[in-house]
């Protein structure tokens, strides 16, 4: 089970981290993603990271503003926002998958969402 919190309202510019927890002890063998959904659109990737951490994906619309990280003695990964514009509003879902791949059918686990709001 994946928790995804994090999420709220900013102006653009800002910042901010979200969090996903996940339960079981298997987290650490996992790929983790980070996927989002704005209103009328696709769930599409924005990051995504293999079990140890040591290799990431990132979509080219965030590269270098967002960073995806995890802490498998917490069984937590993150995501954190940088430099936020109003088109990164969406509903932002974490996922757990084998691979850390790009589609969102190639993760077999999902958290519930969490709201990401830029204001201009």
């Known amino acids: 089970q994946l928790q995804a919190s994090g999420g709220g309202l900013v102006q653009a510019g800002g910042s901010l981290r979200l969090s996903c927890a996940a339960s079981?002890?298997?987290?650490?063998?996992?790929?983790m993603g980070w996927f989002r959904q704005a209103p009328g659109k696709e769930r599409d990737v924005v990051a995504a990271?293999?079990?140890?951490?040591?290799?990431?994906y990132y979509a080219d619309s965030v590269k270098g503003r967002f960073t995806i990280s995890r802490d498998n003695a917490k069984n937590t990964v993150y995501l954190q926002m940088n430099s936020l514009k109003p088109e990164d509003t969406a509903v932002y879902y974490c996922?757990?998958?084998?691979?850390?791949?790009?589609?969102?059918?190639?993760?077999?686990?999902w958290g519930q969402g969490t709201l990401v709001t830029v204001s201009s």
């Open positions: 996922a757990g998958g084998r691979h850390p791949g790009v589609g969102s059918t190639e993760y077999s686990y």
């Open positions: 079981g002890r298997t987290f650490s063998s996992y790929a």
């Open positions: 990271i293999n079990w140890s951490g040591g290799s990431t």
